[in-house]
DNA sequence: ATAGGGTTAG
């Protein structure tokens, strides 16, 4: 509904331009001094757009009675400029255009409109509109010829853009360059390159400006391609690009040299630079960040602020907050989250997902969530932080919920969704998720992305089925230094060290040099199949083949390995003969060896260091407290029991789960909240008496309370993994095995009862617990009783 | 020109 003026006082449309003198009305409507004169009108809307008020120009362009294509391009072309926000005005404002059949849209209408299309990746229209141009003779036109290259490259329709480039009859390097950052947008640095050397080739008056450098830098950052860098660098300086457009080039130059790892030349970039913004202090930042200077980035932040307010913005903050996040330094977390608040910007997006990130990693998942619920706009960056949070903080379960609403609200799931989100069925051990995921990777064609085939190995391998890792580890396109880690971790976790073995060879026949993971995986995977003086030889050969100094989860292998292995004096000279001063989990793994094989004097002397640096998390009390009961010495076991509850440790339960046609069922220690409990206790009972047949005897070592032996017994036969697989025995058919999954070790009076319900039962058991796989089967356990 | 979520080891 546009407000007509009167039909009095109409003027005639010609096409007035600001160099033709007014026309003989003008004076007349001047005098009486309305702004209703359509030369005024376009004079004052021309006004409007460059001050950048857009509502008041589009509301003169509304009192314009008949707009000429002036004043359409005008508008449109304000429109465009803003951004997807504002674009689709634009748009509509061109098909107004159309309807209005007095105006045709020319040489000036196309581009910008264009541009509108680009900015809503609208491929349809664009093509519509390239059609129009072409019928009006105007698509080989130089503007409009770019403007469609720029809207092609940005739907990804390559061809396309390569065509018009093609017919051009002549090019400028405007169109070179949107060639060029067509290519650079995509990540091909190959093309991007041809086309860099062919516009010199072509024509020596077109000479790479600072839009050619802005676009090809980051290919060359990506590409780590410093020395091209430098000489990018050097032309630079010499065609004196950093006069003009120094904070674009510069800006570009320092981001380069940070992500090629040389800082030192990203300061002295950014110290020679004149002109600084908002945008060079986030590269600056994010370049400490990425290559892990956490405490300078820190420092350039405080910098950054003490400069001005203005320099601050989401992205420089959401550097910071990784910063946070990787030094787990909740305190300055909290800080970056009220200046946020202060400075208006804890709605932005990007500041968002940053903070929830921050709060995930620092095990504040409460925090993270309440901040999810809070933002008014989330996208798949939201969703995918929050899945990963849960699945990091061991709500593999909520993981799956937040997937299921993120669905409901029909936000898609890209890449990093679906990685974060197998690992919970990882966790969980469910292959029945774990397929579901799968297939839903394949059906939105990312099935053999790198690292979500890597993710997929590890599922399968969490879930039982190595088999189906070992296929897409083969399968896949292209596999990373973590396929080649994650397979090796996965034979381990399943005893199969010798596969593990041959995989690490295989890898130096494939020129894939390993890393430090590469030998905590294999060490491990050695530990795991008793593989002690193989084991030994790797860690060796990590130090003096490979220059791999070790790091304490090497240590905490090695101590798992000889422990395990039953050599515990070795072990413990082991610990003694560290160059690092042995942590709390070095120790840990000593004593669970001890416990393994009930030496109960070194357990209590390991227990006494392990007190002394006090005891992280809880799998260590229940260690000490299970290391006491064996002892018999019950008044310590609760000693140490009452030690955790003070420390506020939460005793995690012991607690088993068993997927059945893809629902999981989880069990706790004598629970029966199960509605199949009176089946599942009756079983475990008639399963006693059996096995008391055949020689069973209960290892009542493995109780932590004070109780008479026949409780005891009962405490242990109620134990969770033993519910699990019960009630998998009385589900599943008798061909089917049974997979149980436990999130501590697997109890030892329970290895020697499944190995017992094997033979009565006749069935084929699994047992994945927080170590590694046991496979049951004819009365005895693929780990050989060592685990 | 910068930037937010992701896979392996314990």
Redesign the pocket.
Same mark, same amino acid.
């Not at 913005?313 to 420089?316: D, G, H, L, Q, Y």
């Not at 992305?449 to 979500?452: A, L």
């Given at each position: 509904m546009r407000p007509r003026l009167p039909a009095t006082k109409l003027k005639p449309a010609a096409a007035p331009t600001h160099r033709q003198p007014p026309p003989t009305t003008y004076r007349l409507l001047s005098t009486a001094a309305a702004p209703s004169d359509e030369c005024g009108l376009q004079q004052q809307l021309d006004a409007h757009v460059a001050r950048g008020n857009l509502s008041l120009a589009r509301h003169l362009f509304d009192q314009i009675p008949d707009p000429d294509v002036r004043a359409y391009n005008a508008l449109i072309r304000a429109y465009s400029w803003r951004g997807p926000g504002l674009a689709a005005y634009a748009l509509n404002l061109y098909r107004a255009m159309l309807q209005d059949r007095r105006v045709p849209p020319d040489k000036y209408t196309f581009p910008f409109v264009l541009k509108a299309c680009s900015a809503l990746l609208d491929l349809r229209s664009g093509r519509a509109i390239h059609s129009h141009a072409a019928r009006a003779g105007l698509h080989t036109d130089l503007f409009v010829s770019t403007a469609l290259i720029d809207l092609y490259m940005k739907c990804a329709f390559l061809c396309h853009a390569t065509n018009v480039f093609d017919q051009m009859p002549a090019r400028d390097a405007v169109a070179w360059n949107a060639m060029l @950052?067509g290519y @650079?947008l995509h990540g091909m640095y190959h093309h991007a390159l041809a086309y860099l050397l062919r516009m010199q080739d072509h024509d020596a008056r077109l000479r790479p400006n600072a839009s050619t450098l802005?676009?090809l830098?980051?290919l060359l950052?990506q590409q780590r391609a410093l020395s091209q860098g430098k000489s990018v660098h050097a032309y630079s300086v010499r065609a004196c690009l950093h006069d003009k457009d120094g904070?674009?080039v510069g800006?570009?130059l320092l981001?380069m040299y940070a992500k090629c790892g040389h800082l030192h030349y990203t300061c002295r970039v950014f110290e020679a630079m004149a002109d600084k913004?908002?945008?060079?202090w986030?590269?600056l930042i994010?370049g400490f960040v990425?290559c892990n200077r956490m405490v300078e980035a820190f420092r350039l932040f405080k910098e950054m602020l003490a400069q001005g307010l203005c320099f601050l913005?989401?992205?420089?903050v959401?550097?910071a907050l990784?910063a946070c996040?990787n030094l787990a330094d909740l305190h300055i977390g909290e800080q970056l989250h009220v200046l946020l608040a202060k400075s208006g910007l804890h709605s932005d997006?990007?500041a968002g997902?940053?903070l929830l990130?921050m709060y995930a990693?620092a095990g504040l998942i409460d925090e993270a969530t309440e901040l999810f619920d809070e933002m008014v706009v989330k996208?798949?960056?939201?969703y995918? &932080?929050l899945i990963?949070g849960y699945?990091?903080n061991g709500m593999a379960d909520e993981a799956f919920l937040v997937f299921r609403k993120m669905q409901a609200h029909n936000v898609e799931?890209?890449?990093?969704?679906m990685?974060?989100l197998i690992?919970a069925c990882?966790h969980l051990a469910a292959l029945q998720h774990g397929k579901c995921s799968h297939a839903s990777v394949i059906v939105r064609g990312i099935a053999s992305?790198?690292? #979500?085939c890597? &993710?997929l190995i590890?599922m399968y391998a969490k879930c039982g089925r190595i088999d189906l890792s070992r296929q897409i580890f083969d399968v896949m396109p292209a596999q990373? #230094?973590?396929?080649w880690?994650?397979m090796i971790?996965g034979y381990? #976790?399943h005893g199969l060290g010798k596969e593990a073995t041959a995989l690490f060879l295989d890898m130096k026949n494939r020129a894939c040099e390993p890393d430090?993971?590469t030998f905590?995986?294999l060490i491990?995977a050695c530990s795991h199949s008793g593989l002690v003086t193989e084991g030994k030889r790797w860690f060796h050969m990590m130090e003096q083949r490979y220059g791999i100094t070790p790091r304490m989860?090497h240590y #905490?292998?090695m101590v798992?390995l000889l422990a395990r292995g039953g050599f515990l004096d070795e072990a413990y000279q082991f610990i003694q003969s560290m160059p690092l001063k042995a942590d709390v989990?070095v120790w840990g793994?000593l004593l669970g060896a001890c416990r393994v094989h009930k030496n109960i004097d070194l357990g209590k002397q390991v227990a006494r260091m392990i007190q002394k640096l006090g005891a992280e998390g809880t799998g260590n009390f229940v260690l000490l407290s299970n290391i006491f009961s064996a002892a018999g010495r019950f008044d310590e076991a609760a000693e140490v029991r009452i030690l955790q509850k003070e420390k506020g440790f939460k005793k995690s339960p012991g607690c088993s789960w068993i997927e059945i046609n893809g629902s999981l069922h989880a069990f706790i220690g004598g629970d029966r909240s199960h509605p199949q409990s009176p089946q599942i206790y009756e079983e475990l009972d008639s399963i006693l008496v059996d096995i008391q047949k055949l020689g069973y005897q209960a290892d009542t070592s493995f109780v932590l309370q004070d109780l008479e032996d026949e409780e005891k017994e009962k405490a242990l036969l109620y134990h969770s993994e033993k519910l699990a697989i019960a009630f998998g025995i009385l589900t599943l058919s008798e061909d089917k095995t049974i997979f149980v999954t436990k999130n501590l070790r697997v109890c030892g009076d329970c290895h020697t009862v499944i190995k017992y319900m094997t033979l009565v039962r006749k069935r084929a058991i699994i047992v994945r617990d927080a170590n590694r796989f046991h496979h049951f089967k004819n009365g005895q356990c693929s780990c050989g009783d060592f685990w």
């Open positions: @950052a @650079a802005v676009s830098l980051p950052a904070v674009l800006t570009a981001d913004n908002d945008v060079t986030s590269a994010g990425l913005s989401p992205t420089s959401a550097s990784r996040a997006l990007t997902n940053s990130s990693k996208d798949t960056v939201s995918s &932080a990963s699945v990091q799931p890209d890449v990093a969704t990685v974060s690992p990882s992305e790198t690292s #979500i890597n &993710a590890d990373d #230094i973590v396929s880690n994650t971790a381990g #976790i430090d993971v905590i995986c491990s989860e #905490i292998g798992d989990r793994a």
